[in-house]
């Protein structure tokens, strides 16, 4: 279980990018962050591992308290904290083995990924999870020949080759064409399902987050606007997160996805 209690971010300049946000979310449970850009949702994300240092508040997983970790503590419970990044952060002249394998670092240190000198179990790891992804037959490639939704799965791969246990996934489709995103969005949802995973999920597609999450978190101006399920969104809770504007076609495009599913029973 993951608990922030009054996380709070305030920089230099006297800006708030978070102020005093409390969440809980249970394990397995996958929840999206919306709100405008400069909404605090990319700080909030990386104050839980602290690649951005809090100002005040907590932030507890499983009962450790990350804020009050040292350095080197930090770096193990990092191990625990899979990270899936915008903009894929793989290393592109690396294979799509070599860049999911850089996720057991951690684990196996420098000296030994440098020589990729990985044990057997963390190559056989690698394998099942490229073939979970769809990208098995890809694995000798270089990452830099890769579409973009592509080398999503491969961060996704490598974020879960820490056996987290917990997801944080920062903007995973903002890059991506509508098909891929539901496609990322759809297996991001089911891997959490089936490794009973926590996963909070940074998005500006509100309509894709109402598709696949159970929980939906709104932040504006760095505090708590909304909070609650996907079916709870309508144009008002829509307008205090974003400001006036006619929201009906983006709540539409929900129930049209949800219309387009059902089974049609053949005619006979």
Same mark, same amino acid.
Request: proline share 3%; aromatic share 4%; hydrophobic share 40%.
């Given at each position: 279980?993951?608990?922030?209690?009054?996380?709070?971010?305030?920089?230099r300049t006297?800006?708030?990018a978070l102020?005093?946000v409390?969440?809980?979310?249970?394990?397995?449970?996958?929840?999206?962050?919306?709100?405008?850009?400069?909404?605090?949702?990319?700080?909030?994300?990386?104050?839980?591992?602290?690649?951005v240092?809090?100002?005040?508040?907590?932030?507890?997983?499983?009962?450790?308290?990350?804020?009050?970790?040292?350095?080197?503590?930090?770096?193990k419970?990092?191990?625990q904290?899979?990270?899936?990044?915008?903009?894929?952060a793989?290393?592109?002249?690396?294979?799509?083995?070599?860049?999911?394998l850089?996720?057991?670092?951690?684990?196996?240190?420098f000296?030994?990924?440098?020589l990729?000198?990985?044990?057997?179990?963390?190559?056989?790891?690698?394998f099942?999870?490229?073939?979970?992804?769809? *990208?098995?037959?890809?694995?000798?490639?270089?990452?830099?020949?890769?579409?973009?939704?592509?080398?999503?799965?491969?961060?996704?791969?490598?974020?879960?080759?820490?056996?987290?246990?917990?997801?944080?996934?920062?903007?995973?489709?903002?890059?991506?064409?509508?098909?891929?995103?539901?496609?990322?969005?759809?297996?991001?949802?089911? *891997?959490?399902?089936?490794?009973?995973?926590?996963?909070?999920?940074?998005?500006?597609?509100v309509?894709?987050?109402?598709?696949?999450?159970?929980?939906?978190?709104? *932040?504006?101006?760095?505090?708590?606007?909304?909070?609650?399920?996907?079916?709870?969104?309508?144009?008002?809770?829509?307008?205090?997160i974003?400001?006036?504007?006619?929201?009906?076609?983006?709540?539409?495009?929900?129930?049209?996805?949800?219309?387009?599913?059902?089974?049609?029973?053949?005619v006979?």
């Amino acid at each position: 279980m993951l608990q922030l209690n009054k996380l709070t971010k305030t920089y230099r300049t006297g800006d708030k990018a978070l102020q005093d946000v409390t969440l809980t979310i249970p394990k397995g449970q996958v929840l999206a962050l919306i709100g405008p850009s400069g909404a605090g949702k990319s700080t909030l994300i990386r104050c839980i591992n602290r690649l951005v240092e809090p100002t005040s508040g907590s932030v507890i997983l499983d009962g450790t308290d990350v804020t009050a970790l040292s350095s080197g503590g930090l770096r193990k419970m990092r191990r625990q904290m899979g990270m899936i990044f915008q903009e894929y952060a793989l290393v592109e002249r690396l294979t799509v083995m070599e860049n999911v394998l850089s996720g057991r670092l951690g684990y196996v240190g420098f000296w030994r990924s440098f020589l990729r000198k990985y044990p057997q179990s963390d190559v056989d790891e690698a394998f099942r999870l490229l073939d979970r992804v769809g *990208l098995l037959a890809m694995a000798d490639k270089r990452a830099d020949e890769l579409s973009g939704g592509q080398r999503q799965r491969v961060g996704i791969a490598r974020a879960l080759i820490q056996n987290p246990r917990l997801l944080l996934v920062d903007e995973p489709t903002a890059s991506l064409d509508p098909k891929t995103s539901r496609q990322i969005m759809r297996l991001i949802c089911e *891997l959490c399902a089936e490794r009973d995973l926590a996963a909070v999920i940074n998005i500006h597609d509100v309509a894709l987050a109402q598709m696949f999450v159970e929980r939906i978190v709104g *932040l504006k101006a760095g505090e708590l606007a909304f909070d609650g399920k996907p079916t709870e969104m309508s144009d008002e809770v829509l307008t205090t997160i974003y400001g006036e504007e006619d929201w009906h076609a983006t709540i539409r495009d929900v129930d049209d996805e949800e219309e387009d599913t059902v089974a049609v029973e053949p005619v006979l």
